[in-house]
């Protein structure tokens, strides 16, 4: 039901240039395209998002899953990925922020979306903060 509804969501984002779907409650949501791992395919998936310096922001959270979102696991892979934002598209390399710049972007992320600190007290793995960084142009 979640690919579904993901599915879905990415469409009608894409469809209305972000109007549909751009916002989850208060928070803004992307569209993150990576290449799988495994098999090469390009997967969009929507996630919240916050700006840092030129950066955008995204936790690895699967609301809490013992493991990492496929997401995640394909820019561990291949770190270099497609964001759109409303109808801008932007080519991003992604790291994930070490432990110090980490505690930094946690707190970024759960003023927009405190249900991020649910999902950490839910699983035993450490919940990945990525940073994403635009190409330079």
């Known amino acids: 039901m979640l690919k579904l509804f993901s599915k879905i969501h990415v469409f009608l984002y894409r ?9 989850f409650k208060a928070a803004p949501v992307l569209l993150l395209t990576t290449t ?3 098999t090469g395919t390009r997967r969009t998936t929507p996630l919240l998002y916050a700006e840092d310096g030129g950066r955008y922001v995204i936790i690895a959270s699967v609301g809490g899953a013992p493991r990492h979102p496929a997401w995640y696991l394909n820019l561990s892979g291949n770190a270099d990925a497609t964001i759109r934002i409303g109808s801008r598209e932007l080519e991003v390399h992604a ?6 710049e ?3 972007l946690w707190t970024l992320m759960t003023r927009i979306y405190p249900g991020y600190d649910a ?11 990525v940073t994403l960084t635009p190409a330079a142009s």
């Open 15 to 23: 469809a209305s240039g972000g109007r549909i779907g751009g916002r």
């Open 95 to 100: 790291e994930t922020a070490p432990p110090d």
């Open 119 to 129: 999902y950490q007290a839910k699983t035993s793995r450490e919940i990945p903060v």
């Open 102 to 104: 980490r505690a930094r």
């Open 36 to 38: 799988g791992r495994k």
